[in-house]
């Protein structure tokens, strides 16, 4: 595959094959039809507050009734006001209830092989006593808690606590490093850390609370640190600040009732990459945002209670939070979580998992299907795939190719495939096929979910025709949006309500096809995306610049082969730049944001290339960094003079 061929947009535009729904797949408990998701897409368009309602209704259970289901324009709606409502009663309490308490809630297997399951009633018991843990250090209701761990089940245990008190978790994923950590806990000014000796990664230790101990030296809000014990590793435990997980829940008691709590408490905070340097703390309250995690589950997973369900994501993210905790829990399912790498021992551990607990539903991303392809046939062959029924993509746009072999190689041609489209922000999947009924084309994630209704729009607001590029937007609410930016509501509206007059924008680029289905082709804004996750181009250029080696940085992205897209940095240095500088910043770079920001390429120049006003070039470096345009055989590009001209026409 060349490097172009993964960069999508080529190959995503000439795509017109279409699959039909796959005969073998008959949906348990989602859409049955297509008409019946077209019936049910319409009635929400002109009846939002109906609809999503009466799925309220039937689906949460509440404390207190709701007396409105919504209120208030974009941005400001609110949902379910005067319910009383809670998310780990909603995950755990009521499927105890219902008689399920024997049933597997999660399914773990830590990176060298040992395993875990936990029924509900043992996911209920653990997450009362450890919310009890939480209430003895003093945390109460609003509070802000980091949670900063490795996949294992107390990860999952730690949030539904927090969720179960009404504190509000901000997950930080393991790959950030400990100034990333320091910076959200300031933004949310937490109270508490929630971590790990260290986590299981290729065989080597991931040392989180060394880096929880960095962090702190410049967290003035955080006053106490709980570690749970993974690895056995080596670490420092100060006296009075941290406290051995084990040893808090000695003789804890399981008696924990849920709280009863507002429609709107904020149940999380996660952080994600905007167009500046400083991460933006999306924030997810909690009716609206399980509502979304639990009936798009249904949907799009056809989950049922016969599924084995895994989600390869790290709960660090977006999808982990909807698709690996809240939407399967919420569903009463069973939710498989694995701890390490997907190459560890060898490339076959996915599949030798799937095989090992017939996993039913698989949902993964993009990128990670490349690396797969790249690691060969022979791997996933040497598994018995026959009990996976649908496969899902997540996180970037798939290239047909990509898309074909996950169809033909893992799927066995008898899964349909489900690419969602989603972000952060929007909570849950928004626009997705219906398993078994939506046929589906390479490439693109297809239609609508139902409550959810998008426009592709030009900078001015106007729809544009069939098959135009334009603006992804969302001219209604839906229950699971993002509320606000914590500590930013300014920039919240700034960022997403006031580009395009009356709608969400998503930040992405997009167009929809004569049969309405939709092919999101990437952001438009300095947002990159590598390895499915978001990273801007503003952070790595702001930790490039505080080398003291560093006089200017530009970042951009280009074509990646297995990342979608990668990190290219021009720089120009004091001394010019050498080899040792290139390793020098690179460890920079991964010690001010984490291994996730690792740059491809770095690039010395003598000047960075600008308009006459001073504005950096950008599109001329991404072409080069792309090899649109010749720079020259060496990595160093002396200076830019022979882009000058280039350099008037843009002006
Ligand atoms: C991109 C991840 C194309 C998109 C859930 C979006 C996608 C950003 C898809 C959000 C998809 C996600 N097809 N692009 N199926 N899914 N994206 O917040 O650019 O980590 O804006 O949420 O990923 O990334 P985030």
Redo the contacts with the bound molecule.
Sequence with gaps: MSASESGNIESVLHETRVFPPPAEFTPRVSFKTEEEYEQAWQHAKDNPAEFWGELAQENLTWFEPFTSTMSGEMPETKWFEGGKINASYQCLDRHIEAGHGNKAAIIWEGEPGDTRVLRYQDLHREVCRFANVLKRMGIEAGDRITIYMPMVPELAIAMLACARIGATHSIIFGGFSADAVADRNNDAEAKLVITADAGWRRGKEVPLKIAVDESLERSPTVEKVIVYQRTGADVTMVPDRDYWWHELMENESADCPAASLDSEHPLFILY?SGSTGKPKGVMHTTAGYMLGAQMTTKWVFDLSPEDTYWCTADIG???GHSYIVYGPLANGATTMMYEGAPNWPDEGRFWELVEKYRVTLFYTAPTAIRAFMKWGDQFPQKADLSSLRLLG??????NPKAWMWYHTVIGGERCPIV????????GGIM??PLPGITPTKPGS?TKPLPGVVPAIVDESGQEVGDNQGGLLVMTQPWPHMLRTLYGDHERFVDTYFSKIDGCYF???GARKDEDGYYW????VDD?L?VS???LSTMEVESALVSHEQVTEAAVVGFPHELKGEGICCFVTAKDGGSEELKKELTQHVRKQIGAIATPDQIRFAAALPKTRSGKIMRRLLRDIAAGRESAGDTTTLEDFTVLAKLRETED
Excluded at 420 to 425: N, P, V
């Design positions: 994600t993210w977006i999808t993509t997540v996180g970037e746009p798939i690419d969602t489209w989603w972000q952060t922000e929007t626009i997705s994630c998503a930040g992405d999101v082709m990437g952001r947002v995306n499915g996750h978001r």
